[in-house]
């Protein structure tokens, strides 16, 4: 099965700080995924390479998101990336970041350096962005205006806050990260989650990465996964979803392996052109790879 990853991260943390995220204060945990001590190691291509060797799945290119939180540093990251990516094979299109806090002038000025990239492609809002606020509504024009990708962490209570926006802005490529980022596996959880993926699918520009779903879930169990991947595709369909790895983050809960296993049992009731859309073509098509 040919797999472009749609969500995967590398760094060189003995070299570049810009991961605070990694080493939060004790008893902090922000982002709801646990003990993170896993993570605090370099991860290079060949580190990924060795993590999917083996899984069924043959990696034929990725998407790099970044993971940078120190401030200033998401420019140094797009620098680092270029050079790394220059001597493998693997990453084949980079989504980028703007700062939190940044105002509209700067927002402008980081996406048009990092446009200088070929590998470019858009930029992923992970937190401090409130909808309403004008710097946000200028970072939505500005990547309409280049038919940049705009990756969005969208949890299941901020739907309603992100809809009046996207719905201005029908032709802007919107990805819906980590498959909607559920807060939780109980029951109530999965039908607020549900309902907050079928109000965003009703948007015909909004696509859905089947990503991260081990950081609310906790596990990389494929009976676990198999409901809520089912879910995304049903909602979403095969024509605007598929899937990333997000590794290395998701390895804290299992191996490649575990994950390819719930991916494929998840689709197995697909058609080999369906699957193949979900796994490869729609991640091309959309990144440009």
């Known amino acids: 099965m040919r797999f472009i990853d749609s969500h995967m991260h590398l760094w060189h943390l003995t070299e570049n700080k810009w991961y605070p995220a990694l080493d939060p204060p004790e008893d902090s945990d922000d982002f709801g995924i646990g003990d993170m001590a896993g993570l605090r190691r370099d991860y290079l291509p060949e580190h990924y390479r060795a993590d999917a060797a083996g899984s069924g799945l043959n990696v034929v290119g990725a998407v790099h998101v970044s993971a940078v939180t120190a401030p200033g540093t998401h420019l140094d990251e797009a620098r680092w990336l270029d050079r790394v990516a220059a001597g493998h094979d693997l990453v084949g299109a980079v989504i980028g970041a703007v700062e939190p806090g940044a105002d509209a002038e700067t927002v402008a000025a980081d996406l048009a350096e990092q446009a200088k990239s070929p590998l470019f492609r ?145 689709t197995d009731g697909l058609t080999a052109d369906e699957r193949d859309r979900v796994f490869a073509a729609n991640a091309a098509r959309r990144y440009r790879i």
């Not at 081990?214 to 009976?223: K, Q, R, V, Y």
């Open 122 to 266: 858009g930029v992923r809002v992970l937190y401090g962005f409130d909808p309403a606020d004008p710097v946000t509504r200028r970072l939505v024009e500005l990547l309409d205006a280049g038919a940049h990708v705009f990756d969005v962490v969208v949890h299941p209570g901020e739907v309603d806050g992100w809809l009046p926006l996207l719905r201005d802005f029908p032709g802007l490529a919107v990805v819906l990260e980590h498959a909607g980022w559920p807060d939780g596996g109980d029951p109530d959880q999965f039908a607020a989650w549900r309902d907050g993926l079928t109000r965003l699918a009703a948007l015909d520009n909004v696509e859905c990465k089947i990503s991260g779903l081990p950081m609310s879930l906790h596990t990389l169990d494929a009976e676990t996964l198999r409901p809520w991947i089912q879910t995304c595709l049903e909602v979403f369909g095969t024509g605007r979803a598929f899937f990333g790895s997000n590794f290395p983050v998701d390895s804290l809960f299992g191996g490649y392996d575990q994950l390819a296993e719930a991916y494929l049992s998840a």
